[in-house]
């Protein structure tokens, strides 16, 4: 059984490491921090009840037939429960994190999530947000003084897009410059996601 949690978490750890991308400068460097972010955050909403939010569009496509639900636990903390389905497998995951409201005293769409296999905290900044349809997450880590990490997970309440909710995601991202990198869709396929 440990042997089994071990590469269970080996696993996620290198699916993990592949939901970034990786580029040139740092995280300060003025077109990232000039980010803007969403104004008037309601964590109640966001967390919409327990409501999932799918992933659609990633960096990477490790996050296919993910599905993460928020539940507030406070003013300003979450708990956040991960259920994913491995496509090669069929094994169904569920893990467990806590979401925190960075900055609640000034609105700001910007979170913290201790991921359930990773010590350190990701705090992600809503560069978009319409809480009963869509939301685009971004994060940056430097690595090193030349180098960066960064995130961009675009989720959705529903499984898919409509053509009018990818027109609005799009011009909202490019007039902040986003993607950095390129994007790939999420599998959310309800027939091969069911659980």
Not at 6 to 12: E, K
Not at 31 to 51: K, M, T
Not at 110 to 131: A, E, T
Request: with cysteine; hydrophobic share 35%.
């Amino acid at each position: 059984m440990f042997n089994l949690r071990l590469a269970f978490v080996f696993i996620t750890l290198i699916s993990f490491s592949y939901s970034q991308y990786t580029s040139r400068g740092q995280c300060e460097d003025r077109d990232r921090i000039n980010l803007s972010v969403a104004q008037w955050f309601n964590l109640r909403r966001f967390a919409g009840n327990g409501a999932p939010w799918y992933p659609i569009a990633s960096y990477s496509s490790n996050l296919d037939c993910l599905s993460l639900y928020f539940t507030e636990t406070s003013t300003n903390t979450m708990n956040v429960v991960y259920t994913q389905k491995n496509l090669t497998t069929g094994v169904v995951s569920r893990r467990e994190g806590k979401a925190t409201w960075v900055r609640p005293d000034y609105r700001e769409a910007i979170i913290s999530v201790n991921h359930p296999y990773d010590g350190k905290p990701l705090v992600y900044r809503m560069v978009l947000i319409v809480y009963d349809e869509f939301t685009a997450h971004y994060s940056c880590v430097n690595l090193d003084k030349q180098n960066r990490q960064e995130f961009l997970h675009l989720m959705s309440r529903n499984r898919t897009l409509t053509s009018d909710q990818q027109r609005r995601v799009r011009a909202s991202l490019e007039r902040q410059h986003l993607p950095h990198g390129p994007m790939v869709n999420v599998v959310q396929d309800p027939t091969i996601c069911s659980i």
